[in-house]
């Protein structure tokens, strides 16, 4: 599967670095996804994407900044991280927001180290 | 809240077998959309099979199947003639009701298979 793409596939940084994970997706999808996936806990949403829109925030602290400049291409831009912030953070795209029917493709991830 | 429960952390079944992980969840909704997803260890996330909840037939894709159970909200997931490729993390999923500005997945903790040779 190669629709969504993430770089860099694996990140470690200090607590003091400013970083940027880059998804990009390439199946002419309206909206985009960020998850966060920390061992032993269910997949957190963080942010969605339409139309380059910002549609939901899920109390995601802000040194997590995401960015949309296009439908294709989605951003987080990390500064100041802790270590609890250390986990595989996925990108994600579904066709369209308002259909339930749409099924998300996800990337194969970014594992980041905060140390 | 919608809610996802896996309760088995892991499970294991011999190559060639059936094994069926388990899946529960939580709304209020009527109408609303569930999915398994399987992340192999190369981590990408892998969509197996969905479920419309309107639909009473089972959804079916190859060699996975599911039990919907919409009463008892239970989700679980059949694989028949087990093969080494399906060893990987087998997330349950749950999606909201058409919902401009609330389209968001619930996931279960997840059940890692193991597959046996």
């Known amino acids: 599967e190669t629709g969504v793409t993430q770089t860099p596939r694996h990140l470690v940084m200090g607590m003091t670095n400013k970083k940027s994970l880059k998804c990009e997706q390439h199946l002419g999808h309206n909206a985009m996804y960020w998850y966060k996936q920390s061992a032993k806990k269910p997949l957190e949403l963080m942010f969605v994407y339409s139309l380059e829109e910002r549609v939901e925030n899920n109390s995601v602290p802000s040194r997590f900044s995401p960015e949309c400049p296009n439908s294709s291409h989605l951003f987080l831009h990390l500064h100041t991280l802790q270590p609890e912030d250390s986990a595989l953070y996925l990108c994600?795209?579904?066709?369209?927001?308002?259909?339930?029917?749409?099924?998300?493709?996800f990337g194969p991830g970014t594992r980041l180290t905060v140390l | 809240a919608q809610t996802v429960t896996q309760s088995q952390p892991e499970m294991s079944v011999q190559e060639a077998e059936t094994v069926t992980l388990s899946c529960t969840y939580d709304?209020?909704?009527?109408?609303?959309?569930l999915f398994w997803y399987k992340q192999p260890p190369s981590r990408q996330m892998i969509l197996v099979i969905r479920q419309e909840a309107y639909k009473q037939q089972n959804a079916t894709e190859n060699r996975f199947s599911v039990n919907f159970q919409k009463a008892a909200k239970s989700f679980s997931l059949k694989i028949s003639d087990s093969q080494l490729g399906d060893a990987a993390m087998y997330f349950c999923?749950?999606?909201?009701?058409?919902?401009?500005?609330?389209?968001?997945?619930?996931f279960g903790t997840g059940t890692r298979l193991t597959i046996i040779p």
């Open positions: 994600a795209s579904s066709q369209d927001l308002v259909r339930s029917t749409d099924t998300q493709y």
């Open positions: 709304t209020s909704e009527s109408d609303y959309y």
């Open positions: 999923a749950y999606r909201n009701p058409p919902n401009f500005g609330n389209e968001k997945l619930t």
